[in-house]
C-alpha cells in the first residue's frame, strides 16, 4: 500500500460535478493536483489547484510543474479543443511513466439501440458526442496499454448533481421533468465512481471499464423513483419524449473487467444514496 501513496495525481476538470467529486475522494490518500476553468475563490488560494482553460492554454506547462504519475481526465467543453489536449497528453503518456484514467460516456454505443453494450463491443455512435468520445478512446487505444484505463460511464446521479438539481427546480418551478419511456439504461453515481476509481488507481488496474449499475432500469420509473425518494411525487408532473416507437437500450454493462463486489452497484442501491 505505500507504493500506492507515492502517486501524484492530476485531474483535469476538477472545478466540474465529477472532476471535485474525484478530488474529494482522492486528496485524503494521494497527493492530488487539480485544474479548473472558471474562477472560483477558494481555488485560487489552494496550491493544488491551477487555473486551466483548454481551449487558449497549454496543459505541459501544468504537467511540467506537477510532474504527475496518474492524470485523470473530467474535461468538459468544446470537443475539437479537447480532441487536442488528449493528442497532447498521448504525447506525454508516450514519453513518460504516467497512467492516463479518461472519463468516457455510454454515447460511444448510441447507435446501437437493440441490446445493452459490453466492454470489447465495437464502439459505434449516431450522435456529435459520440463521435467524438470515440476519437479520444481510440487514439488511447494505440498508446501501450497498461498506461491507460478507459471508464464509460452510464448516467451519473448524485445529490449535488446536475440532473438531481435540474429534477428539483423543474418540480420547484412547476415545469415538467421530462423522461424517456422507452429508454433503457443502467446508471450511477458520484460517490461509487469515485470510489470506483480509486480502486482502479490503487490497484493499477488498466483496459476498459464499464462502471454502471450491473442492472437495467426504463428512465422514466427510475425518474419518478427519485422523485418519490424525496418525497414530492405530488407536485411533480411529467413530459413523455418518445424517440422511438421501440425500447431502445443505452447501457455500458460490465462483463470481462469487472471489480469486486463491494465495487458493484445496482439501481435500488443508488436509490439509497439519494437523500433530500
Same mark, same amino acid.
Given at each position: ?5 507515492k $502517486? ?21 490518500? @494521494?497527493?492530488? @493536483? ?12 489552494? $496550491? ?5 482553460n ?17 492524470i485523470?481526465s ?7 479543443? &479537447?480532441?487536442l489536449?488528449? &493528442?497532447?497528453?498521448?504525447?506525454y ?7 492516463l484514467?479518461?472519463l ?13 453494450s ?12 459520440? $463521435? ?20 464509460r ?20 418551478d ?41 442492472d ?16 414530492? &411525487? ?17 447501457a455500458v ?10 465495487? &458493484? ?12
Open positions: 500500500m505505500k507504493e500506492a501513496n $502517486h501524484k495525481i492530476l485531474i483535469l476538470g476538477g472545478s466540474g460535478f465529477l472532476g471535485a467529486a474525484i478530488y474529494k475522494e482522492l486528496c485524503s490518500y @494521494f497527493r492530488t @493536483f487539480a485544474t479548473y476553468n472558471t474562477s472560483k475563490t477558494h481555488l485560487e488560494k489552494n $496550491h493544488h489547484f491551477f487555473q486551466y483548454f481551449e487558449e492554454d497549454d496543459i505541459y506547462e501544468i504537467l511540467e510543474i506537477v510532474k504527475p504519475t496518474v485523470i473530467a474535461l468538459r467543453g468544446d470537443f475539437s479543443k &479537447q480532441v489536449v488528449h &493528442q497532447h497528453l498521448a504525447e503518456v508516450l514519453s513518460n511513466k504516467v497512467r484514467l479518461f468516457s460516456s455510454a454515447n460511444v454505443f448510441d447507435a446501437y439501440s437493440k441490446y445493452p459490453y466492454e470489447q463491443d465495437k464502439t459505434l455512435s449516431n450522435s456529435i458526442y459520440g $463521435h467524438f468520445k470515440i476519437k479520444i478512446e481510440n487514439m488511447l487505444l494505440r498508446l501501450p496499454k497498461k498506461q491507460i484505463a478507459i471508464l460511464l452510464p448516467m451519473v446521479f448524485g445529490n449535488q448533481s446536475p440532473r438531481i438539481n435540474e429534477i428539483l427546480q423543474n418540480i420547484k412547476k415545469e415538467p421533468i421530462e423522461i424517456f419511456p422507452n429508454l433503457i439504461m443502467n446508471v450511477t453515481t458520484d460517490s461509487k465512481l469515485t470510489q470506483q476509481i480509486h480502486y482502479i488507481i490503487n490497484r493499477n488496474k488498466y483496459g476498459v471499464f464499464h462502471l454502471g449499475s450491473t437495467l432500469v426504463h428512465h422514466d420509473e427510475f425518474i419518478k423513483e427519485i422523485v418519490a425518494s424525496f418525497e414530492l &411525487q405530488q407536485n411533480a408532473s411529467y413530459k413523455r419524449v418518445y424517440t422511438t416507437n421501440n425500447d431502445r437500450y443505452l454493462l460490465p462483463k470481462f473487467n469487472k471489480l469486486p463486489k463491494h465495487l &458493484q452497484c445496482l439501481s435500488q442501491d443508488l436509490l439509497k444514496e439519494l437523500n433530500p
